[in-house]
């Protein structure tokens, strides 16, 4: 059996000498460290690096996110996903300046309260800002413990017992490493596939390498099934410009501009759906003029197809007079706004396959 000291020490050992020189490593500034285990959430290392530069080229302070307008931040997020977490950031960071004089607090019951901090961010925070020995469990350090313990269980049953073990391993001294470091050997060594036990510097306190059966750890789940839906969407035309609307903040995707339409309902035409879906949340009636093509992309949860096809106004069509969040916008304004990344898939068919004559 190991030590408490032997493990943490061999751990942050062999973190000290092969971390990955990543642009948020050792850093001091709660704030910085704050943004970047935002981002690293359910999103790889090497997706995030390019989008936490430009964060923080353009937003280097907590002040300046509380300052920005949400549709700034979402620019800026763009393409990295989940956007739940920017706009819960956006509230955060208003809250700090608002109610704590710009300061982020250093005690978990403050900061677990804010908005989009659970556990995990509360933790590696916490633990690499101000030294509070406190233990992440994020995906890596999962499937770590799994194989070390040889949990007997999926590893989604584990986050309590996992919690208390590293509560007594953790490094008090270096809280911050220690939880650093169990997140690298996830990511470079105890990886999802071909694990690199021959050169995992805590091999020797692993239950699953002594048993042999590393590769069975965690214990796997069938995956469920991911619905598949058929999605139509409408690029309106009023002379050479065309219509846009942003998605409510509360929802999938929320914040972001997009085409409107919606969802093909059982029996209906994609084309009848579109007409329906158009009137129903603009008021507008249309013709449908030609179809640009149609892209697939997959979300976390489902899948979709998106059919896109250029529309014209009908005579006399007008948008309903209470409807704020749409905009008549030309295509060179594009860059100027944040899309989903399935609305970017149809510009660049628009870009190949030119536009309508209408416009």
Same mark, same amino acid.
């Given at each position: 059996?190991?030590?408490?000291?032997?493990?943490?020490?061999?751990?942050?050992?062999?973190?000290?000498?092969?971390?990955?020189?990543?642009?948020?490593?050792?850093?001091?500034?709660?704030?910085?460290?704050?943004?970047?285990? !935002?981002?690293?959430?359910?999103?790889?290392?090497?997706?995030?690096?390019?989008?936490?530069?430009?964060?923080?080229?353009?937003?280097?302070?907590?002040?300046?996110?509380?300052?920005?307008?949400?549709?700034?931040?979402?620019?800026?997020?763009?393409?990295?996903?989940?956007?739940?977490?920017?706009?819960?950031?956006?509230?955060?960071?208003?809250?700090?300046?608002?109610?704590?004089?710009?300061?982020?607090?250093?005690?978990?019951?403050?900061?677990?309260?804010?908005?989009?901090?659970?556990?995990?961010? +509360?933790?590696?925070?916490?633990?690499?800002?101000?030294?509070?020995?406190?233990?992440?469990?994020?995906?890596?350090?999962?499937?770590?413990?799994?194989?070390?313990?040889?949990?007997?269980?999926?590893?989604?049953?584990?986050?309590?017992?996992?919690?208390?073990?590293?509560?007594?391993?953790?490094?008090?001294?270096?809280?911050?490493?220690?939880?650093?470091?169990?997140?690298?050997?996830?990511?470079?060594?105890?990886?999802?596939?071909?694990?690199?036990?021959? !050169?995992?510097?805590?091999?020797?306190?692993?239950?699953?390498?002594?048993?042999?059966?590393?590769?069975?750890?965690?214990?796997?789940?069938?995956?469920?099934?991911?619905?598949?839906?058929? !999605? +139509?969407?409408?690029?309106?035309?009023?002379?050479?410009?065309?219509?846009?609307?942003?998605?409510?903040?509360?929802?999938?995707?929320?914040?972001?501009?997009?085409?409107?339409?919606?969802?093909?309902?059982?029996?209906?035409?994609?084309?009848?759906?579109?007409?329906?879906?158009?009137?129903?949340?603009?008021?507008?009636?249309?013709?449908?003029?030609?179809?640009?093509?149609?892209?697939?992309?997959?979300?976390?949860?489902?899948?979709?197809?998106?059919?896109?096809?250029?529309?014209?106004?009908?005579?006399?069509?007008?948008?309903?007079?209470?409807?704020?969040?749409?905009?008549?916008?030309?295509?060179?304004?594009?860059?100027?706004? +944040?899309?989903?990344?399935?609305?970017?898939?149809?510009?660049?068919?628009?870009?190949?396959?030119?536009?309508?004559? !209408? +416009?």
């Amino acid at each position: 059996m190991f030590t408490v000291g032997s493990f943490a020490d061999c751990l942050i050992d062999w973190y000290t000498e092969h971390c990955r020189p990543l642009p948020w490593r050792g850093e001091t500034d709660p704030y910085r460290i704050w943004i970047s285990e !935002v981002m690293l959430q359910q999103t790889q290392v090497v997706t995030v690096i390019p989008y936490y530069r430009r964060w923080i080229e353009s937003l280097p302070t907590v002040q300046s996110v509380a300052a920005a307008t949400q549709d700034d931040l979402l620019k800026l997020w763009e393409g990295l996903g989940y956007y739940g977490r920017c706009r819960n950031f956006h509230r955060a960071c208003r809250i700090v300046e608002q109610d704590y004089g710009g300061e982020i607090p250093r005690t978990w019951s403050q900061f677990r309260k804010m908005p989009g901090v659970g556990d995990y961010t +509360a933790a590696a925070v916490l633990s690499i800002a101000f030294g509070e020995p406190l233990p992440v469990i994020d995906g890596n350090v999962g499937r770590v413990m799994a194989r070390i313990t040889a949990f007997s269980k999926p590893v989604a049953k584990g986050k309590k017992p996992f919690a208390e073990v590293l509560q007594q391993w953790i490094d008090v001294k270096r809280p911050g490493d220690f939880n650093q470091a169990m997140m690298e050997l996830g990511s470079l060594i105890c990886r999802k596939n071909q694990p690199r036990c021959d !050169v995992c510097p805590v091999s020797g306190f692993c239950e699953g390498f002594r048993m042999g059966r590393v590769d069975q750890f965690p214990i796997r789940q069938t995956p469920k099934k991911r619905p598949h839906r058929t !999605v +139509a969407a409408g690029i309106i035309w009023d002379g050479d410009r065309f219509l846009i609307q942003r998605r409510p903040d509360d929802g999938l995707l929320g914040g972001l501009w997009e085409f409107p339409g919606g969802g093909v309902e059982k029996g209906e035409t994609v084309e009848d759906a579109l007409i329906r879906e158009i009137a129903e949340e603009t008021g507008l009636q249309v013709s449908l003029l030609r179809k640009i093509g149609q892209v697939n992309h997959a979300y976390t949860h489902f899948s979709i197809t998106l059919h896109a096809y250029h529309c014209a106004l009908l005579n006399g069509s007008r948008l309903r007079t209470d409807e704020s969040e749409r905009r008549w916008i030309h295509f060179e304004d594009v860059a100027g706004y +944040a899309f989903p990344r399935a609305n970017h898939k149809l510009f660049e068919l628009m870009r190949e396959k030119g536009l309508p004559s !209408v +416009a």
